[in-house]
């Protein structure tokens, strides 16, 4: 089965900082990978997602994710940080025809002012 | 375009209670559902899901039961609540399994 895994439990940055958040996957073949977030109590928001293409992807909110196959990863990028982005941040990784999409553990931003 | 409801939004119930969470969607026909409990400072775990009427698919065994009555309902419940069994859980619908699910407001639930 799939799985990810994102480093980072927790990431502060000061607001128009560049950021990212890193997601790494372990899948034989070519996943789907996700991007979600989560405000405090509420359910996750998708920003974006991969499923074939354009490895470079972007997402709403000004956000963006690369999918980088010889390196496993999905990182989620973004060149300026504002306050609003501070919330809980999920990678998740699914697979063709498959119910059991896999999230990471999800990392925290803080944004500093 | 489609939506997602959860209700109720918090459930604050004792140790012992039955419980019973429910989910519906709007604006799309036969959608893959998929219930999820999310434990404080820590990612989900996918409990059931459902491709159909009454076709519903366990992933984790523990004393939560789910049901699918109608197309767009998707209902989590429990005979006797642990405290365990605290958390927010989330509701998420799909049109193709493996694809883009998206998700409800969640209930927190604590279990006293």
């Known amino acids: 089965a799939q799985s990810v895994t994102q480093p980072d439990i927790h990431i502060t940055v000061s607001e128009g900082a560049s950021l990212e958040l890193r997601c790494n996957y372990s899948y034989g073949a070519t996943p789907y990978l996700f991007w979600y977030v989560q405000s405090p109590g509420q359910g996750l928001q998708l920003l974006l997602k991969?499923?074939?293409?354009?490895?470079l992807v972007q997402g709403i909110k000004g956000f963006e994710a690369e999918f980088k196959r010889s390196q496993s990863s999905f990182n989620l990028r973004k060149p300026s940080v504002h306050w609003s982005d501070a919330a809980e941040y999920f990678c998740a990784v699914g697979t063709y025809n498959n119910n059991d999409m896999r999230f990471g553990a999800g990392t925290r931003l803080t944004v500093k002012p | 375009s489609q939506t997602i409801h959860q209700w109720p939004a918090t459930l604050v119930q004792p140790v012992g209670s039955p419980l019973s969470l429910e989910c519906t969607v709007e604006?799309?026909?036969?959608?893959?559902l998929y219930w999820y409990r999310q434990a404080a400072g820590r990612g989900l775990q996918l409990l059931f899901y459902?491709?159909?009427?009454?076709?519903i698919s366990s992933e984790v065994p523990q004393n939560l039961s789910a049901s699918r009555p109608q197309d767009r309902q998707f209902i989590l419940s429990s005979k006797k609540l642990l405290l365990s069994d605290s958390g927010f859980y989330l509701c998420?619908?799909?049109?193709?399994?493996?694809?883009?699910?998206?998700f409800g407001p969640g209930t927190r639930l604590l279990v006293l």
């Open positions: 459902s491709v159909g009427i009454g076709q």
């Open positions: 604006g799309t026909s036969n959608p893959n």
């Open positions: 998420a619908w799909s049109v193709h399994s493996g694809e883009t699910q998206y």
């Open positions: 991969y499923f074939s293409g354009d490895t």
